[in-house]
């Protein structure tokens, strides 16, 4: 009677796995209002944010100014952040079209290029930031999530990682000033 329930045991644990895969952005393919970075990312928004630590402890607060624009079917992203202890930050986003709702991203503090995903009322980024730390930099995986719940509103969560390890996160509305 052991080796069944020992067996029954393993096929419940394996199960259980297989459905813990990672989400991808193809699984909001069908969700509305659907996200257009051409159109979201056009003339001024505002961002209002935290940052959390590992232990999930807000550590920070920002808002940030942003000037959206295409020219030729590049897009940039001018990023003007204030945090709560008045230190500013600025990061300038490229964003290049590289087929069906695919991009390249990036900015002075991206290591590399970083890769977009969008699909549906969803936008999946993954980049490595290169993060000022102690007398040097800290390079830092993002796995960034935008859900548009809204035609001027943007929901954005990232989770933060090094070798692994999840180190902290950041969450923020993105909302379109209106003309």
């Known amino acids: 009677m052991r080796q069944p329930f020992s067996l029954f045991v393993l096929f419940v644990l394996l199960s259980g796995l297989s459905g813990c895969g ?3 952005v193809d699984e909001y393919a069908n969700n509305q209002p659907t996200l257009v970075p ?3 990312f056009q003339g001024q928004l505002t961002a209002h944010g935290v940052i959390k630590d590992r232990g999930g402890k807000v550590i920070r607060y920002f808002n940030a ?3 959206a624009y295409w020219q030729n079917g590049i897009g940039t992203l001018e990023e003007d952040f ?3 202890d008045d230190e500013p930050d600025r990061r300038v986003w490229t964003l290049t079209p590289t087929g069906e709702g695919e991009y390249v991203g990036t900015a002075g503090d991206v290591v590399g290029e970083g ?3 969008v699909a549906g009322n969803s936008m999946f980024l993954d980049y490595v930031l290169q993060i000022p730390w102690d007398d040097g930099t800290l390079d830092l995986r993002i796995d960034d999530r935008m859900y548009l719940v809204n035609p001027t509103t943007l929901i954005n969560e990232s989770i ?3 070798f692994g390890i999840r180190v902290g996160e950041i969450l923020l509305v993105i909302s379109k000033v209106p003309d």
């Open 22 to 24: 990672a989400v991808t």
């Open 38 to 40: 051409e159109t979201f």
């Open 65 to 67: 100014d942003i000037k």
């Open 82 to 84: 204030l945090f709560d």
């Open 115 to 117: 890769r977009i995903s």
């Open 160 to 162: 933060m990682t090094k």
